[in-house]
């Protein structure tokens, strides 16, 4: 009897163990197609730190209020600490007091958004354009004059002085 529940135990590993596995594969190789810039896994890893990984590859997100530009207010050109690809423009950030640096605009071709389904929300993720890295989600209640709100991770962007 007890050998029977650890046969059944064994079994159910197994398998929540490959689920885990294909959503992992699937994740990089959306992530790895169609995008100008291409890296394997390793060498994501070899060129980021731990925590730009966690975020820009494996689409994680910082803890609010703790991003090096959230209160970050000088004039230049944000751009993606992925591949360089500059994303935003000075001028474009707003501070929306969600903790996040935010923007209501991005720099044209500069990004691309998909539709997220995780967490049991529905949202928009925006994705740089050049090497498909994860920055953050857009959201409609930001100002005007085009009413977005790209809500973007401080550790997915470097900055460049003008
Ligand atoms: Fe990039």
Known sequence: MKRNILVVLL???LILQACGQNKENQ???KMGKNFEVKKTEQEWQHCLSPEQYRVLRLKGTERAFT???YKHNEKGI????GCGNELFKSETKFDSGTGWPSYYDAIPGAVVLETDYSYGMIR???LCAKCG???GHVF???PQPTGLRYCINSVSLDFKKQ
Do not use: M, N, S
């Not at 944000?78 to 600490?81: Q, S």
């Open 67 to 69: 991003g090096k530009f």
């Open 140 to 142: 409609d209640d930001g």
């Open 124 to 126: 928009t993720e925006v």
């Open 133 to 135: 890295g994860h920055l």
């Open 11 to 13: 079994f159910w590993l």
């Open 78 to 81: 944000y751009i993606c600490a």
């Open 27 to 29: 994740t990089a190789k």
